[in-house]
Nanobody, 115 residues
Framework: QVQLVESGGGLVQPGGSLRLSCAAP????????MNWYRQAPGKERDLVAT???????NYADSVKGRFTISRDTIKRTVYLQMNNLKPEDTAVYYC?????????WGKGTLVTVSS
């Protein structure tokens, strides 16, 4: 069974930073597009950032200029660097690996932005 393991969530004040990590198996990491989604209480799960297997990145408008997605090939880890965090960024963040017809999810990590 494929496991995506997220870490790095926590409580941070508005304007602060956090870095989320997602460790993936080699086969997944090298061949799948990797994504970060988030789901706030009472809301749908939304795509936050994508990095393709070729390294192309894309971001939701709400996080452009504040969040950066990257991947470390040696560590088989995808990162989401989150800067200038806002209360509206509070959500459970999920790592996702996707190819046509195949999707894997991590269990999620909670990010709370509050003073």
């Amino acid at each position: 069974q494929v496991q995506l393991v997220e870490s790095g969530g926590g409580l941070v004040q508005p304007g602060g930073s956090l870095r989320l990590s997602c460790a993936a198996p080699e086969l997944i990491f090298s061949m799948y597009d990797m994504n970060w989604y988030r789901q706030a209480p009472g809301k749908e799960r939304d795509l936050v950032a994508t990095i393709t297997s070729g390294g192309v990145t894309n971001y939701a408008d709400s996080v452009k200029g504040r969040f950066t997605i990257s991947r470390d090939t040696i560590k088989r880890t995808v990162y989401l660097q989150m800067n200038n965090l806002k209360p509206e960024d509070t959500a459970v963040y999920y790592c996702n690996a996707k190819r046509p017809y195949i999707t894997y999810w991590g269990k999620g990590t909670l990010v709370t932005v509050s003073s």
